[in-house]
Nanobody, 120 residues
Framework: QVHLVESGGGLVQPGGSLGLSCAAS????????MGWYRQVPGKQRELVAL???????NYADSVKGRFTISRDNAMNTVYLQMNSLDPEDTAVYYC??????????????WGQGTQVTVSS
């Protein structure tokens, strides 16, 4: 069993900042990728930022220069620092991880989601 537990999120004014964190726990052999997706009602879940072991990071064009993803490998934790937030960033943010539970078995895992609301 693997669990992703998110923290952070909430209400922030436009132009403000917010941080998210996500810790993976359970039967983990290695973590290939960790990142964040977001979803608004009626739309598909979209990539926000992803960090891959040995392959760098990538961001959605809409968040480049404003959001920063980082990862603590020792703690199996990924962070998302969000600056210059815009109402368009309002969504449920989901933590994502691609995890090997053994050397050969792997799976995609999701957190429970955390609401981020940008509003004055």
């Amino acid at each position: 069993q693997v669990h992703l537990v998110e923290s952070g999120g909430g209400l922030v004014q436009p132009g403000g900042s917010l941080g998210l964190s996500c810790a993976a726990s359970g039967s983990i052999f290695s973590i290939n990728a960790m990142g964040w997706y977001r979803q608004v009602p009626g739309k598909q879940r979209e990539l926000v930022a992803l960090t891959n072991s040995g392959a760098g990071t990538n961001y959605a064009d809409s968040v480049k220069g404003r959001f920063t993803i980082s990862r603590d490998n020792a703690m199996n934790t990924v962070y998302l620092q969000m600056n210059s937030l815009d109402p368009e960033d309002t969504a449920v943010y989901y933590c994502y991880a691609l995890i090997h539970v053994t050397q050969r078995e792997w799976g995609r895992y999701w957190g429970q989601g955390t609401q981020v609301t940008v509003s004055s």
